[in-house]
């Protein structure tokens, strides 16, 4: 029971926050299942238009894993599968927080998108 009411206390804290990080386990082999479910959840809740921005982690160790669909006969590598999602998703950063690969680009993304929601709350770049 403790922890349904602790859950429900951070749905809340989603519905309020202006941009939500979504930190997916690149390496585990359900990880598309698990971008669902939460992408679900977030319906369920009323928080699907929130901004938010995927954070693919754990690059350094994704392995191939067979599930995904085979291109040219093997499976997708993680720079294919980056070029996939980043193709689709604007708001898409693929790190290794262990490696500390690529986390001035996810540190930019997170200024950009609090900046702009910032600036359509407190107008102050107005005379």
Do not use: C, W
């Not at 349904?4 to 299942?33: G, M, Q, R, Y």
């Not at 479910?37 to 369920?44: C, F, G, N, R």
């Not at 599968?81 to 898409?92: D, E, Q, V, W």
């Amino acid at each position: 029971t403790t922890l349904i009411e602790s859950f429900k206390s951070t749905l809340a804290e989603i519905v309020e926050a202006d941009v939500l990080l979504h930190v997916i386990d690149v390496s585990h082999p359900s990880f598309e299942e698990h971008m669902n479910v939460v992408s679900e959840t977030l319906a369920e809740i009323g928080a699907a238009n929130k901004t938010i921005i995927l954070v693919f982690n754990k690059i350094d160790q994704y392995s191939n894993p067979d599930h995904f669909e085979e291109m040219e006969g093997r499976p997708l590598s993680i720079h294919e599968l980056r070029r996939m999602y980043i193709g689709k998703l604007p708001r898409a950063v693929f790190i290794s927080a262990i490696q500390k690969e690529n986390i001035e680009e996810l540190r930019d993304m997170i200024l950009e998108e609090v900046s702009r929601k910032h600036y359509t709350i407190y107008p102050n770049y107005l005379e």
